[in-house]
Nanobody
Framework: QVHVAESGGGLVQAGESLRLSCTVS????????MGWFRQVPGKEREAVAC???????YYLDSVKDRFTISRDNAKNTLYLQMNSLKSDDTAMYYC??????????????????WGQGTQVTVSS
């Protein structure tokens, strides 16, 4: 059974940075396409950044050149470095396995078992 634990969120001011971490068990991060997703109450969850094991990456247009997805295979951990944060980045962030990754979109399994997420709040 796969378990994910997201951490690293918090309250920051616009322009500041955060690094999110996702510790995974039951799945080899180094052998799996993984991604970060976010959700604001009342809206659909959206893919933010995804990467496969060949290092092909997808980024949501609004986070390109600000966010970077990476992984540490030895620690079985996925990261999301978020720079130049904006108020629109405020959301609950989740990590997940990805089943479909293209230049245009990134999809998690459906149905999916999501972790508890980590809250990112950016004040303007």
């Amino acid at each position: 059974q796969v378990h994910v634990a997201e951490s690293g969120g918090g309250l920051v001011q616009a322009g500041e940075s955060l690094r999110l971490s996702c510790t995974v068990s039951g799945l080899n991060v180094g052998q799996t396409t993984m991604g970060w997703f976010r959700q604001v109450p009342g809206k659909e969850r959206e893919a933010v950044a995804c990467a496969n094991i060949q290092d092909f990456k997808y980024y949501l247009d609004s986070v390109k050149d600000r966010f970077t997805i990476s992984r540490d295979n030895a620690k079985n951990t996925l990261y999301l470095q978020m720079n130049s944060l904006k108020s629109d980045d405020t959301a609950m962030y989740y990590c997940s396995k990805v089943t479909t990754l293209t230049t245009f979109f990134c999809l998690p399994p459906s149905p999916n078992s999501w972790g508890q997420g980590t809250q990112v709040t950016v004040s303007s």
